[in-house]
């Protein structure tokens, strides 16, 4: 599929934990930071259950991965970051969350919003089961997007307090599996590499996960004549 060059202004990321944009997209925002982009996440839910530390509480894992998304948003030259506070592993999609999220594209304006694909259920070719926040993140985030930033009559009160309509040119689902557009990062690799070395509390051997990101960054890549790669089902809003 043909697509126009993709040149955003400002870009939305919305995912359900600290490190979903990271492992998903990080060199794709580095890349639209280089060109002069404001890169913006917003992370649904608190991270206050992803540690196998049985020493850890939830008060302190929240505060930890805070941090950590902060520093990875750093590493990618992102502007800044949101925190909904969502419990963890409990994420649904309701009125509330969609609210929350059109609360911030009205605000951010985001040209480009990048999220997770929330058809994605499971993947029998590489044995796992796609965590249900990931699903309720990219349902509710699509959602916001369309129709429910783009009508003033959706949410009056947001409308009230200022909160203008917006329409998002193109979302960019994050999609290992099916894809119908792939973009080139080879020469941000290492900023998503930084990104995610930042998430210590979730990333044990930094040195590992480069390994196998860079094998599967050069499978997604070279379907498109690229070194490395990252993948998206991309939607162009008409
Ligand atoms: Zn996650």
Known sequence: MQFAPLEPKV?????????????????TMAGFAEAGADIHYLILTDGSKG???STISSAELIKIREKEQRQA???????????????????????????DIVRVIR???????ITMDPSMLYSANRGFINHPDHRAAGQAALDA???????????PELYADGYEPHKTKTVLLVNFDNNNFIVDISKTFDKKIAALAAHASQVSDIGATEQWLKAMAGKIGGQAGYALGESFMRIDLQ
């Open 11 to 27: 870009v939305l990321g919305i995912a359900a934990h600290p490190d979903d944009l990271d492992y998903g997209a990080a060199g």
């Open 51 to 53: 540690s196998d530390n």
């Open 73 to 99: 948003v750093k590493a990618i030259g992102g502007k800044g970051v949101d925190f909904l506070g969502y419990p963890d592993a409990e994420l649904q999609i309701t009125m509330s969350l969609k609210k």
């Open 107 to 113: 605000t951010i304006k985001p040209d480009v919003v």
């Open 145 to 155: 997007v369309f129709p429910l930033a783009r009508d003033h009559l959706t949410f």
